[in-house]
């Protein structure tokens, strides 16, 4: 295999899409895209702009609930994509994006109460983690904020999980990937680790 040299403008290879719930300053509710999101046993480390609405909620009120869609609802995601809370609008997001705080009315979504935080699910999502964050920090450059959300209650639709289990089946779940600014969906299975606790092929 030859490979070239490049330099792409991102690096997004292929991550799941979360929808972030977080409180603004005036008590209302803040709901936005991102794709930089990833798991370390129960915490969720969640990488944001700084600037931005999101970033300040997560500095200075930490319960975030972290709401996963499906594939189907990539165009409600898209429809929050130009939005933000903040106001004014911060310089380097002026030419592309304008203020909203009625997201979850821009995107056509549900809001749902939480159980051990304040802010709000989003009930179309079927995997929804409610958490609070216990550090944040910015990232080497300066551009993010890294913040650690230790994950306190997960929501899963029934149709996600194995029945009479705590298990995500991930034959139901399919997460939305955001694939270098494009939406998609998983393909078929291909095999499974040796770690599952969901197996299938049992005499492979």
């Known amino acids: 295999m030859t490979h070239l040299t490049i330099e792409p403008s991102i690096l997004y290879v292929g991550t799941p899409v979360a929808l972030l719930t977080t409180l603004n300053e005036d008590g209302t509710v803040n709901l936005a895209p991102m794709s930089s999101a990833w798991a370390l046993g129960s915490v969720v480390v969640l990488g944001v702009g700084v600037g931005g609405q999101t970033a300040e909620n997560l500095l200075t009120r930490p319960e975030v609930v972290i709401n996963y ?7 409600a995601v898209e429809r929050l994509a130009p939005l933000t809370a903040a106001d004014p609008v911060p310089p380097h997001k002026q030419a592309r994006f304008h203020h909203d705080r009625a997201k ?28 609070s964050v216990t550090q944040a920090d910015l990232d080497a ?4 904020v890294l913040a650690q959300a ?15 289990t705590s298990h995500v089946d991930p034959a139901a779940w ?13 393909g078929a299975e291909l095999g499974e680790s040796f770690r599952t606790e969901t197996p299938r092929n049992k005499g492979v």
Not at 112 to 119: D, I, Q, R
Not at 151 to 164: D, E, I, S, T, Y
Not at 174 to 186: A, K, Q
């Open 150 to 164: 230790e994950v306190l209650r997960v929501h899963a639709a029934p149709h996600v999980v194995v029945p009479g």
């Open 104 to 131: 979850f009315e821009a995107a056509g979504l549900t809001p749902t109460p939480s159980e051990l935080v304040t802010p709000p699910r989003v009930a179309e999502c079927p995997l929804q983690f409610e958490a």
């Open 174 to 186: 399919s997460p939305l990937i955001y694939n270098f600014r494009h939406y998609y969906g998983l």
């Open 69 to 75: 869609p499906s594939p189907e609802l990539w165009q």
């Open 141 to 144: 450059k300066g551009n993010f």
